[in-house]
């Protein structure tokens, strides 16, 4: 029989089942969705291709949306971020899987080809590049007309689908999970703040205090990191390029500057802007010996590598996840994570009490494109706020945290205008 996965060693799975344990017994929200649903089975029938990094959390996603009766066959959405034991877990107990650590660019394509051959119904996505293949390469899978919406996790994915769409070129709806305040405003900030430091201390175990710390980006996910960053002793210093954002960095008590100024004090750069060239030729030959590169966007495009290279004369591997790149000018260089996303790749991602509610988003948009199959149109939705409230509640109470609710009289004041001075 044809195997029904690729991952890199099976032998990994012990290892790999005791860390989905460990996300399983961290993420109530998915919990309770799951006991929910796999008495209800909404996905009945419905076959899932997941694009998504391949980790301990990304694990519980797919036993959930399996418990509510999907079908699913995943692949990672990174190179370089796949758990290999989690993987290993996966293939053993049955999941269509595939992904390992450090596989080339055709392996990572030959990995969403083995998902997308299912002729699925949805589509779960980090990065669009899932989406990106059917709608490019595989067309004659959407020909097929099977596939009723899918779902979006991140920034970069959703800006990616916004072009797409207002190019007239996206052939179904996609809900943009990233957008969900459940989503952005724990994930991107509180997730992406933890474990950007947590993957540069675990490849690195620098002294963040007392450093001056550039973070590139003051988005979600740059603020994140530069409140982390400075709760750790660091002198943070802001880049950005929209004004507004740059005000607020100002106002929230960072230096901001230019990357040209930054650079001749920095002694770690983190990018997170979502966009390419961020660090580039003349930022690099401006730098400190010494300096400390690194990326938590979701593409490495931010650092430009090709510079980097191309201003060095020896290259060399000194710790895992770990490149030291010695300059022409004789200075030397710390690339991590080969300028990838460091938290998944030097790191585990963002712990699990996060994703907790970034995964309950995505089964909450998938259950609704389900349920409202052939009533939407090709473009990119927001999440409705039903959902979001629902999620906080969720998870509020497995907190133990209690609320207050409006009382009839403060409803009704909320909802009308005539009251004043
Ligand atoms: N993106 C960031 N952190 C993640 C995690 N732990 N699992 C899946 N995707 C992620």
Redesign the pocket.
């Known amino acids: 029989m044809e195997k029904k996965y690729r991952v890199k060693d099976l032998s990994l799975a012990e290892e790999g089942k005791k860390k989905i344990e460990w996300a399983r017994e961290h993420m109530p929200v998915l919990k309770f969705l799951k006991e929910k649903y796999s008495k209800t089975k909404p996905l009945e029938g419905i076959k899932i291709a997941g694009c998504?990094?391949i980790?301990?959390?990304?694990a519980v996603l797919i036993e959930t949306l399996k418990a509510a009766g999907a079908e699913t066959y995943w692949s990672g959405c990174n190179p370089l971020?796949t758990q290999d034991d989690v993987a290993a877990a996966l293939a053993e107990e049955g999941i269509s899987i595939y992904g390992w650590r450090g596989l080339s660019i055709k392996e990572y394509y030959w990995c969403i080809d083995q998902t997308i051959n299912v002729t699925p119904n949805i589509t779960i996505d980090?990065g669009a590049d899932l989406v990106t293949r059917l709608h490019t390469y595989r067309k004659e899978i959407l020909d097929k007309e099977e596939v009723i919406g899918g779902t979006e996790?991140?920034t970069t994915g959703v800006q990616r689908l916004i072009a797409m769409a207002k190019e007239g070129k996206l052939r179904y709806p996609i809900i943009a999970v990233n957008n969900a305040e459940t989503k952005w405003n724990f994930?991107n900030v509180y997730?992406?703040g933890q474990?950007t430091i947590d993957g540069i201390l675990r490849s690195t175990n620098v002294l963040l205090a007392g450093k001056n710390v550039v973070v590139a980006g003051y988005g979600h996910c740059g603020r994140g990191i530069a409140m982390r960053a400075r709760g750790m002793g660091a002198h943070v210093i802001i880049t950005e390029v929209n004004p507004i954002r740059a005000l607020k960095a100002v106002l929230d008590g960072y230096k901001v500057m230019s990357m040209n100024q930054a650079a001749r004090i920095g002694d770690i750069f983190i990018t997170a802007t979502g966009c390419k060239d961020v660090v580039r030729e003349e930022h690099v030959k401006r730098m400190k010996n010494g300096a400390i590169l690194c990326n938590s966007g979701h593409f490495n495009v931010e650092i430009n590598i090709e510079d980097l290279k191309k201003l060095s004369k020896k290259r060399e591997k000194i710790r895992k996840d770990v490149e030291r790149y010695e300059l022409k000018n004789n200075k030397k260089i710390y690339l991590l994570a080969e300028g990838r996303?460091v938290?998944?790749v030097a790191g585990?991602?963002?712990?699990?009490e996060v994703?907790d509610m970034?995964f309950a988003n995505q089964v909450l948009s998938v259950i609704y494109l389900v349920k409202n199959k052939g009533k939407m149109e090709p473009k990119v939705y927001s999440v409705p706020i039903e959902q979001d409230m629902e999620i906080a509640s969720i998870k509020l109470k497995s907190m133990g945290i209690k609320i207050d609710k409006l009382t009839k009289e403060q409803k009704k004041y909320l909802e009308e205008w005539k009251e004043g001075t």
Do not use: R, V, Y
Not at 55 to 58: D, F, L, V
Not at 348 to 352: A, D, L, V, W
């Open positions: 998504m990094h980790t301990k959390e990304t971020s980090d996790e991140t994930d997730g992406t474990s996303l938290n998944l585990e991602g963002h712990p699990s994703m970034s």
